[in-house]
Structure formats: C-alpha cells, structure tokens
C-alpha cells in the first residue's frame, strides 16, 4: 500500500501499476496512467508518509484506511486484492474518476 501511495504521488506511472489488480489492469491501461499520476504530483507534490493506517482483511481481500497531512488524500476502506501472494490496489473506478477530474477541459 505505501509503495503504491508512493509511486501515485512521485509520478512513477510503472511502479504504481505493476501495483493494481488484474480487474483494474483491463479498466485502466498502462498508457492512461502517466496522465493521472503527473496531475497527482501537480495536485499534491511528492509522497507524504502515511499518518495512521487500518486493514480489515478477510482471505484474499481486504479494506484498509489510511491519512495523510493531507485530508484529500485520505483513503477510507480503500479495496485491495492479494494476487499472486502480492496485495495490489483494486480501486479501479476511483482512479478512473481522478484521471476524468484531472483532465484538461
């Protein structure tokens, strides 16, 4: 979760998506997330540490809340999948709607 929250905020559009699950993986292309990631950075700047965190986890899914310094960025019961032994981030629609809402008009 801190490696995907870190390549979101730094900008790191391979990183942060080696890091999304297979279900996002065919809502969002790989060539769709520079886009996002650099209005990310542009919005908030670099990676901020994580000020609390919480992860109810049932098998294979769970859901886990995290803050930052800055509220905006806070993530509450944010979805993440374990595949392949790997928790990645399974937030596909919200991603989908940053990247609408950090468009160009």
């Not at 950075?41 to 930052?68: C, H, N, W």
């Amino acid at each position: 979760m801190v490696a995907y929250s870190d390549a979101f905020l730094d900008a790191k559009p391979t990183a942060g998506y080696q890091l999304f699950s297979a279900r996002c993986k065919e809502r969002v292309t790989l060539s769709e997330f520079p886009g996002m990631l650099r209005a990310a950075k542009q919005m908030y700047g670099k990676a901020m540490p994580i000020k609390s965190f919480e992860a109810q986890i049932s098998g294979d899914l769970a859901r886990v809340t995290y803050t930052y310094d800055v509220p905006a960025l806070n993530q509450n019961k944010e979805p993440w999948v374990r595949e392949d032994d790997t928790w990645k981030q399974d937030d596909c629609l919200a991603c989908i709607k940053f990247g609408a809402s950090a468009a160009p008009a």
